[in-house]
């Protein structure tokens, strides 16, 4: 079924450092993949996300990098800072049947911890 | 723009009680969502309607789920009777449109704890 594996569950950096987190989905359909990034006890937002056309896409220290063939992705935090402390969260699009309107499957989030 | 809102911000009350939470999408957008986020977990898709119509409730316990969309622009769930394994957040997110993906804008969701 629809799927998407997030790992690690768990990151701790020391501030500066880059910061990965990879996922991996089951749909081959899929061809939207957002990543959202949600602070304790706030909504989650939008800090990033591709589509199935691109191999890569960044923006300043964040950065996504797409395998169709392998079927995941992966979200690089590069010169991290205190503040990007949070929980992260991949998604991936899934088709509703034979429609083109679709759904987003989350994978389990990351905790990311940034040692100053 | 004003973003998504949702009411009540928290909410606790004892099982087998019914509740009611409620959304106001960003203006114009015609796809609306609501998601459980059980504690440590990802946000799990209850249903999504585009305008006033459900596109998909596949997840959504409709033994005690209900949910609704009038006029296609404010949103309401509703659980009756709740367990105890209903405790959790309950977002409510807008995008423009849903063809293949596009960004969904998050509410600040309402805490439901089930004692």
């Not at chain 1, 501030?15 to 959202?36: L, M, Q, R």
């Not at chain 2, 409620?22 to 249903?47: E, F, V």
């Not at chain 2, 309950?90 to 804008?105: K, N, P, T, V």
């Amino acid at each position: 079924g629809e799927n998407v594996e997030q790992h690690p569950s768990t990151l701790s950096v020391q501030e500066g450092d880059s910061a990965v987190i990879k996922c991996t989905y089951s749909d081959s359909a899929s061809n939207y993949f957002p990543w959202y990034k949600q602070e304790l006890g706030k909504r989650p937002q939008l800090i990033i996300d591709i589509r199935s056309n691109v191999g890569e896409k960044k923006d300043q220290r964040i950065a996504v990098t797409l395998n169709k063939t392998a079927k995941h992705f992966s979200l690089h935090i590069t010169e991290t800072q205190p503040e990007d402390s949070a929980v992260y969260f991949c998604a991936a699009s899934v088709l509703h049947g034979s429609s083109n309107t679709g759904k987003l499957i989350f994978g389990q989030g990351t905790t990311l911890q940034v040692k100053p | 723009e004003a973003g998504v809102a949702q009411s009540p911000r928290y909410k606790i009350i004892e099982k087998r009680q019914s509740v009611a939470f409620w959304c106001n999408p960003i203006s114009g957008h015609a796809t609306l969502y609501w998601y459980q986020q059980i504690l440590g977990q990802g946000p799990k898709l209850l249903i999504q309607f585009q305008n006033n119509g459900v596109v998909d409730d596949s997840q959504l316990p409709k033994d005690r789920f209900s949910a609704e969309r009038l006029k296609g622009v404010d949103s309401t769930l509703k659980i009756q009777p709740a367990k105890l394994e209903d405790s959790a957040v309950y977002l409510c997110a807008s995008s423009l449109e849903e063809i293949r993906g596009s960004e969904q804008f998050f509410g600040p969701g309402t805490r439901l704890t089930v004692l």
